[in-house]
C-alpha cells in the first residue's frame, strides 16, 4: 500500500511539472512575441525581407543639455552606426575602446550616435556622463535616451546592441551584442 502512494505521488508531482512548464512556455512566448517581432525586423540585411529605413524607426534621443535629436537627423545622409550601451554592461563597457578607434578612423566619413540607456533608476544621465569622463570616451557623440523612445523603436532588449544604417537611410545591421570590430569594419567600408 505503501508503495502505490508514493508512486501516486510521483505521478502527481510529474503532472503538476509537466503543467507548470507548458504555462511558463506559453507565458514566455506571449510575453516575447511582440520584442522578438521588432528585433526579427532588422536583424540584419542577409534577410530577404525587405530592408527598412531609419525613418521608419526614427526616435527622439536628447544631448547633454537636454535638447532632443531625432535620429535621422544625426545621420544627416551619411553611413551612421547607433550603439546603445549602459554603465551597468560590462559588454558595453569593454567595447567602448574599440569604438573610439574606430569613431577615430570614420568620424569624418560616418556619423555616430552612441546612446545611453537612460532609464532614470538603474542608469542616469550624471551616471554615463560621469563614466564618459573618466575612461577618456568624451569625444563619443553621446546622447541619453531618458523616454527610452529609440530602445522601443529598434526593440532593443539587451545591450549593447548596435545598428548600422547606409547613406539612404536603409538599415544594414542591427544586432545585440559586443560587437566584431572587423566585421563592423567591414561594413563600414563597404559603406564609404
Not at 25 to 43: E, I, K, N, P
Not at 59 to 67: C, D, P
Not at 76 to 104: R, S
Request: net charge negative; charged share 20%.
Amino acid at each position: 500500500m505503501e508503495r502505490n502512494t508514493s508512486r501516486r505521488t510521483l505521478l502527481v508531482a510529474g503532472i503538476a511539472l509537466v503543467a507548470l512548464l507548458a504555462i511558463a512556455s506559453f507565458a514566455y512566448t506571449r510575453l516575447t512575441a511582440g520584442r522578438q517581432a521588432g528585433a526579427a525586423a532588422v536583424s540584419s540585411s542577409t534577410s530577404s525581407a525587405p530592408t527598412e529605413t531609419l525613418a521608419e524607426r526614427d526616435a527622439t534621443v536628447y544631448t547633454a543639455s537636454g535638447e532632443p535629436m531625432q535620429l535621422t537627423a544625426l545621420a544627416a545622409g551619411k553611413p551612421f552606426v547607433l550603439n546603445f550601451w549602459a554603465t551597468w554592461c560590462p559588454y558595453c563597457i569593454d567595447e567602448m575602446p574599440d569604438y573610439l578607434q574606430i569613431y577615430h578612423d570614420y568620424s569624418d566619413r560616418v556619423n555616430f550616435a552612441f546612446v545611453d540607456v537612460t532609464d532614470g533608476k538603474r542608469e542616469t544621465q550624471p551616471k554615463a556622463e560621469a563614466w564618459l569622463r573618466d575612461n577618456g570616451m568624451t569625444e563619443l557623440p553621446a546622447y541619453f535616451d531618458t523616454s527610452l523612445d529609440a530602445v522601443r523603436a529598434f526593440g532593443a532588449a539587451s545591450y549593447p546592441y548596435t545598428v548600422v544604417v547606409d547613406a539612404d537611410g536603409a538599415i544594414q545591421f542591427a544586432r545585440p551584442g559586443r560587437i566584431d570590430v572587423s566585421l563592423i569594419r567591414g561594413l563600414l567600408n563597404t559603406l564609404v
